[in-house]
Antibody
């Protein structure tokens, strides 16, 4: 059974870089054609797509200048880096997987999610 | 960017009743690439429907999706106690991917 697990600091200072890692267990990150993604949810609010990496990266334009998503096949992980954070970046961050089999013109639906990790931006 | 508006914000129903949730897009969703998720408090979203009407593996057949273009519907034919939750729609027909604001289905 494939599982995703986020890890990283729960507290980041304003202007610094938020760095999270998603570890894929139960299968190789290179098996199949998947969109490895990050999505966030502000406390008590809806969901916001951050971006994905499926061999190529694609980011939400609202975050594009600050975000990068990398895949490390040697560690079976993918990561999120978000630069110059502010309080507005405080949220629960989910890593997620979408299958190329179900892809649309813009991306994919997400059939597998990590448990989520709360990141608070505060001094 | 496609804005998805879900209605109603809250739906108060009793177990056994039928739930009808709406998701309206600010412009047509290409390919009708629309998905629905269920999210319970403190849990991760669970994919229910993709491609507007295809059930994800393991999803009970009381959940069904319909619609095209700008108007989509999630129907739960007979509410079970575990169905009381928040539901989100998501479009993946164009970038950026966007989600609706959610509909909460609560016990009346």
């Amino acid at each position: 059974q494939v599982q995703l697990l986020e890890s990283g600091p729960g507290l980041v200072k304003p202007s610094q870089t938020l760095s999270l890692t998603c570890t894929v267990s139960g299968d190789s990150i290179t098996s199949g054609s998947y969109f490895w993604s990050w999505i966030r949810q502000h406390p008590g609010k809806g969901l916001e797509w951050i971006g994905y990496n499926n061999g190529r990266t694609h980011y939400n334009p609202s975050l594009k200048s600050r975000v990068s998503i990398l895949v490390d096949t040697t560690k079976n992980q993918f990561s999120l880096n978000l630069k110059s954070v502010s309080a507005a970046d405080t949220a629960i961050y989910f890593c997620a997987r979408g299958s190329d089999s179900w892809s649309g013109f813009g991306g994919v639906p997400f059939d597998l999610w990590g448990q989520g990790t709360l990141v608070t931006v505060s001094s | 960017e496609i804005v998805l508006t879900q209605s109603p914000g809250t739906l108060s129903l009793s177990p056994g009743e039928r739930a009808t949730l709406s998701c309206r897009a600010s412009q047509g969703v290409s390919g009708d690439y629309l998905a629905w998720y269920q999210q319970k408090p403190g849990q991760t979203p669970r994919l229910l429907i993709y491609g507007a009407s295809s059930r994800a593996p393991g999803i009970p057949d009381r959940f069904s999706g319909s619609g095209s273009g700008t108007d989509f519907t999630l129907t739960i034919s007979r509410l079970e106690p575990e169905d009381f939750s928040v539901y989100y729609c998501q479009q993946y027909g164009s970038s950026p991917l966007t989600f609706g604001g959610g509909t909460k289905v609560e016990i009346k």
